[in-house]
């Protein structure tokens, strides 16, 4: 069974910078702390919502999010913050990050353009594998999503990836992160409590 402790050193050994806590409030506090007085875009990730982030980084940053704000203009926004913040669909022990996504902002951020990336990721996400890793992406993480969305997809009637071939089809993308990206900071924030999808 995978281990976050053992996760963290793997992600260490990487090149990734690691803060790991006990829950989502602890790590919500961290991020206030160092993201202060600049700017900082939001993916779409169900764990910001879950750990008020937004409302307490905008509170003394210039917090974009195109969940809370006309989206076209957000995501627009969103590609030239000085930091980024964002989630993970799987994430294995040997820390290889997996990512699926529709519009690819969250992605391209991950990849691109940003002097900080912050990725925050529950204990929920955890996986023994790549392999499993891509498979929780997949058969968890995206039809929960296709699901809160009102998708026309067949994961949300039997909460499995179907492969589908619908016009509402949510996975376009993946993006499995080896390594940290070699143009930005890239920390990692592994919280022993569930989070997101
Ligand atoms: S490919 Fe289609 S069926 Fe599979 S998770 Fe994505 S939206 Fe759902």
Redesign the pocket.
């Known amino acids: 069974m995978a281990e976050l402790t053992k996760t963290k050193e793997n992600l260490e050994n990487k090149g990734y910078k690691v803060s790991l806590f006990e829950t989502g409030a602890e790590a919500a506090a961290y991020l206030n702390e160092q993201i202060d007085g600049t700017t900082v875009a939001i993916g779409g990730m169900k764990t910001a919502e879950e750990i008020g982030l937004f409302d307490s980084l905008a509170k003394h940053n210039d917090a974009v999010w195109h969940w809370r704000q006309d989206p076209a203009e957000a995501l627009k926004k969103a590609m030239s913050t000085d930091c980024y913040i964002a989630s993970a669909n799987g994430i294995s022990e040997d820390g290889t990050i997996v990512n699926?996504d529709h519009t690819g902002n969250r992605l391209a951020s991950i990849l691109y353009g940003h002097n900080k990336v912050y990725l925050v990721i529950g204990v929920n996400k955890l996986c023994d594998t790549l392999e499993d890793a891509i498979w929780r992406a997949?058969?968890i993480a995206?039809?929960k999503r296709?699901k809160s969305m009102e998708?026309k997809?067949?994961?949300?009637y039997k909460e499995?990836?179907?492969?589908?071939?619908?016009p509402?089809?949510?996975?376009r993308g993946m993006l499995v992160l080896m390594y940290p990206m070699g143009s930005s900071e890239m920390e990692v924030i592994l919280v022993n409590e569930e989070l997101g999808m």
Request: proline share 9%; net charge positive; with cysteine.
């Open positions: 699926i997949r058969n995206a039809p296709a998708r997809t067949p994961c949300v499995k990836c179907f492969d589908c071939k619908s509402d089809r949510l996975c």
